[in-house]
């Protein structure tokens, strides 16, 4: 298998604030890594895919502005939520694929989340 | 768009009984269909997954059947364990084969198994 760590596993700061995310993928490198958004008893939504050296292609209906990703590396990708709010409360996890033509992977690998509480 | 749907939970069952966990898709074109497990301070791991319609993805004695017509992936174990007490996500991808690709997951079905 595959390791993804997160960084923070949760965290809580004022509204108005930014923070800051981390995504790595600690044992393989990673071209893509996705960014997905969990409500309680609520599904995984895709909010957006990060691609290293390029910017980010986000989904229908995620402000880009605020939920700023940089992926700097094969290895590391960091989602930025930008003058937090309240309803931006939530569990952000993160994946990063393994695979490519000469690899026996083709799969995504998940983190384990961080929870975030916006007061 | 595309729209996965599993029942929801919790769902309780005695060890050794027969687990069923249904899931329907809607999507366009071929999608590719997954289970992943999530146990309990862990991220999600892929449990098994089919690329085409009829495929069968198994792993660890669970079972799914790609099936196209009812546009299904119901998730099957014959004799569940403690040990598979855990949350459950099928999911989709909008392509074939699906590791670079986005992925659109149901509400998962927490299991829990009483020995």
């Known amino acids: 298998g595959a390791v993804v760590s997160q960084h923070p596993s949760w965290v809580i700061c004022k509204s108005g604030t930014s923070v800051k995310i981390e995504c790595r993928s600690l044992d393989f490198q990673a071209t893509t890594m996705f960014w997905y958004r969990q409500f309680p008893k609520q599904s995984l939504m895709l909010m957006a895919t990060s691609n290293e050296g390029s910017k980010a292609t986000y989904e229908q209906g995620v402000e880009k502005d605020k939920f700023l990703i940089n992926h700097a590396s094969l290895t590391l990708s960091t989602l930025t939520v930008t003058s937090a709010h309240p309803e931006d409360s939530s569990f952000y996890i993160c994946?990063?694929?393994?695979?490519?033509?000469?690899?026996?992977?083709?799969?995504?690998?998940f983190g384990p989340g961080t929870r975030l509480t916006v007061l | 768009g595309n729209s996965v749907t599993q029942m929801e939970g919790p769902v309780t069952l005695s060890e050794e009984a027969f687990l069923t966990i249904n899931c329907t898709y809607t999507?366009?074109?071929?999608?590719?269909l997954f289970w992943y497990v999530q146990y309990p301070g862990e991220g999600l791991q892929l449990l098994l997954k089919?690329?085409?319609?009829?495929d069968k993805g198994s792993n660890k004695g669970f079972e799914a059947t790609y099936r196209k017509e009812t546009t299904s992936f119901h998730l099957e174990k014959g004799s569940v364990q403690v040990s598979d007490s855990a949350v459950y996500f099928c999911a989709l991808s909008g392509y074939s084969g699906g590791g670079a690709d986005g992925l659109t997951f149901g509400k998962g079905t927490h299991l829990i198994i009483q020995p």
């Open positions: 089919a690329t085409k319609a009829d």
């Open positions: 999507a366009t074109g071929y999608p590719s």
């Open positions: 994946s990063a694929y393994r695979g490519g033509l000469l690899s026996s992977y083709n799969e995504q690998f």
